[in-house]
């Protein structure tokens, strides 16, 4: 049976009050959507606006504005991936009184911290009207739960712990296959760097927590690293020392940070680089056509593996859409959760999205090339929880581990980096 994190969270912290915002086919998401043609505007919020992620909102989109004549989408994504510019200005939204009339999160301790918050109202209604327990992984709802209430509605599986790679850079550097442990792989940084190619391509400071996270989980192993999030987690000891330490010196193999994660991305299967470790929201930027992807051929122009040391783990995150007390537009908002919980919307928004459905009756005919390879480990691997993404740890936890990231990248000083790790764990673990 499937080891799933019991989601540990406390209330979220006042975040900074950022106004970036703007993006996709959107508008400013702090104001207030005006009526248009007598339809009611529904707020969608998300952080879906780049190459890639904006494809599988828009298919989703469609089928909202097919079925939901009487009303209409409003884009409120925010830009930058991985949300964190997203959740500082939906904290301020939240703490304004002024929540969008739905709002993506992460199943985990990042949504038990809005439900504990009392920003959430409770969904059983619709999860009784949709029959939606028959078609969610009871493992998955005890994720989005709290006292017997379920409170946001899933829509993928998404995978953290790929590494993605350019076959003929590789081969050029007289690497023969994906690295499998971490000494392989960073053998292989090695080879690449020989050959003046960028061994490890990077983007902006929350990927570099993304590598941190898969790092952890290949040096540790599964239930160690799993062990770290509990009360008790030995952050301070020998293991995640040496972690740290393989986690740093493949940080002396990265190339120049880029903007966001797609630039990172596109330089591995533009050719500069060999190696990236993202998520699996990168196969859709690969793979779909030009536009919103990169229209690249797979096992060509890019290839994958799990990341070195996370063979048969599938360290997850999911996405969710969430119903804000308050929400301006209640009727429009349960309207796009009905379709973010359907097979249809599942179907439509997944495969562009490079995720795989979080309901288990999709189907399966869509989910190919990577994705079967991703529907299939998700049926039977260990499970481990994303840090970055909201599974493990929960929003302040999160920010302190951020910190220490940061000040890592300025100072490479694996110590400190260590101390704030486990200072970290201290002041937030329950
Ligand atoms: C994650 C999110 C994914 C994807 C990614 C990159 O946090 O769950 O859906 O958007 O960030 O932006």
């Given at each position: 049976?499937?080891?799933?994190?019991?989601?540990?969270?406390?209330?979220?912290?006042?975040?900074?009050?950022?106004?970036?915002?703007?993006?996709?086919?959107?508008?400013?998401?702090?104001?207030?959507?005006?009526?248009?043609?007598?339809?009611?505007?529904?707020?969608?919020?998300?952080?879906?606006?780049?190459?890639?992620?904006?494809?599988?909102?828009?298919?989703?989109?469609?089928?909202?504005?097919?079925?939901?004549?009487?009303?209409?989408?409003?884009?409120?994504?925010?830009?930058?991936?991985?949300?964190?510019?997203?959740?500082?200005?939906?904290?301020?939204?939240?703490?304004?009184?002024?929540?969008?009339?739905?709002?993506?999160?992460?199943?985990?301790?990042?949504?038990?911290?809005?439900?504990?918050?009392?920003?959430?109202?409770?969904?059983?209604?619709?999860?009784?009207?949709?029959?939606?327990?028959?078609v969610f992984p009871q493992?998955?709802?005890?994720?989005?739960?709290?006292?017997?209430?379920?409170?946001?509605v899933p829509v993928n599986?998404?995978?953290?712990?790929?590494?993605?790679?350019?076959?003929?850079?590789?081969?050029?550097?007289?690497?023969?296959?994906?690295?499998?442990?971490?000494?392989?792989?960073?053998?292989?940084?090695?080879?690449?760097?020989?050959?003046g190619k960028i061994p490890?391509?990077?983007?902006?400071?929350?990927?570099?927590?993304?590598?941190?996270?898969?790092?952890?989980?290949?040096?540790?192993?599964?239930?160690?690293?799993?062990?770290?999030?509990?009360?008790?987690?030995?952050?301070?000891?020998?293991?995640?020392?040496?972690?740290?330490?393989?986690?740093?010196?493949?940080?002396?193999?990265?190339?120049?940070?880029?903007?966001?994660?797609?630039?990172?991305?596109?330089?591995?299967?533009?050719?500069?680089?060999?190696?990236?470790?993202?998520?699996?929201?990168?196969?859709?930027?690969?793979?779909?056509?030009?536009?919103?992807?990169?229209?690249?051929?797979?096992?060509?122009?890019?290839?994958?593996?799990?990341?070195?040391?996370?063979?048969?783990?599938?360290?997850?995150?999911?996405?969710?859409?969430?119903?804000?007390?308050?929400?301006?537009?209640?009727?429009?908002?349960?309207?796009?959760?009905?379709?973010?919980?359907?097979?249809?919307?599942?179907?439509?928004?997944?495969?562009?999205?490079?995720?795989?459905?979080?309901?288990?009756?999709?189907?399966?005919?869509?989910?190919?090339?990577?994705?079967?390879?991703?529907?299939?480990?998700?049926?039977?691997?260990?499970?481990?929880?994303?840090?970055?993404?909201?599974?493990?740890?929960?929003?302040?936890?999160?920010?302190?581990?951020?910190?220490?990231?940061?000040?890592?990248?300025?100072?490479?000083?694996?110590?400190?980096?260590?101390?704030?790790?486990?200072?970290?764990?201290?002041?937030?673990?329950?």
């Amino acid at each position: 049976m499937r080891r799933w994190l019991a989601a540990a969270s406390i209330m979220m912290a006042g975040v900074l009050g950022l106004a970036a915002c703007g993006g996709g086919g959107g508008g400013e998401s702090s104001q207030q959507p005006a009526a248009g043609g007598g339809k009611q505007q529904v707020e969608v919020f998300s952080w879906w606006t780049g190459p890639g992620e904006a494809d599988g909102l828009a298919e989703m989109r469609k089928i909202f504005e097919q079925q939901n004549s009487g009303y209409s989408f409003f884009d409120a994504a925010v830009a930058g991936g991985s949300g964190d510019k997203a959740k500082a200005l939906l904290e301020s939204k939240l703490q304004a009184g002024q929540p969008p009339d739905t709002f993506q999160g992460h199943a985990g301790a990042e949504l038990q911290g809005y439900i504990k918050a009392g920003n959430l109202e409770d969904l059983t209604f619709l999860y009784d009207e949709l029959k939606l327990k028959d078609v969610f992984p009871q493992q998955l709802v005890d994720q989005i739960s709290v006292d017997g209430k379920i409170y946001s509605v899933p829509v993928n599986i998404h995978r953290s712990n790929v590494l993605w790679f350019n076959p003929g850079v590789l081969k050029e550097a007289g690497v023969a296959a994906a690295p499998k442990t971490i000494d392989e792989f960073i053998a292989a940084l090695e080879k690449v760097k020989a050959t003046g190619k960028i061994p490890l391509s990077i983007g902006s400071e929350w990927t570099v927590t993304h590598l941190l996270e898969n790092v952890l989980l290949g040096s540790l192993g599964t239930d160690a690293y799993n062990a770290l999030f509990k009360p008790g987690g030995n952050w301070a000891g020998p293991e995640v020392a040496k972690a740290l330490e393989s986690f740093n010196k493949i940080m002396s193999y990265a190339g120049d940070p880029q903007d966001d994660w797609q630039p990172a991305a596109k330089q591995v299967a533009d050719g500069q680089a060999a190696f990236n470790i993202m998520g699996d929201w990168a196969y859709g930027y690969f793979h779909n056509p030009p536009e919103g992807g990169l229209g690249k051929t797979s096992k060509t122009d890019f290839d994958w593996a799990p990341a070195p040391g996370t063979e048969g783990t599938y360290l997850w995150l999911s996405d969710s859409f969430t119903l804000p007390k308050g929400a301006k537009h209640r009727d429009g908002a349960i309207a796009w959760l009905k379709v973010a919980a359907g097979k249809e919307g599942q179907d439509a928004f997944n495969p562009k999205k490079g995720s795989i459905p979080a309901r288990t009756d999709a189907d399966k005919s869509l989910y190919t090339d990577y994705l079967a390879d991703a529907l299939k480990d998700w049926s039977d691997n260990k499970l481990a929880g994303s840090v970055q993404h909201g599974v493990s740890v929960n929003q302040p936890w999160l920010a302190a581990i951020t910190e220490a990231v940061g000040l890592y990248i300025s100072s490479k000083d694996v110590k400190a980096l260590q101390q704030g790790l486990a200072d970290a764990a201290t002041a937030n673990a329950q």
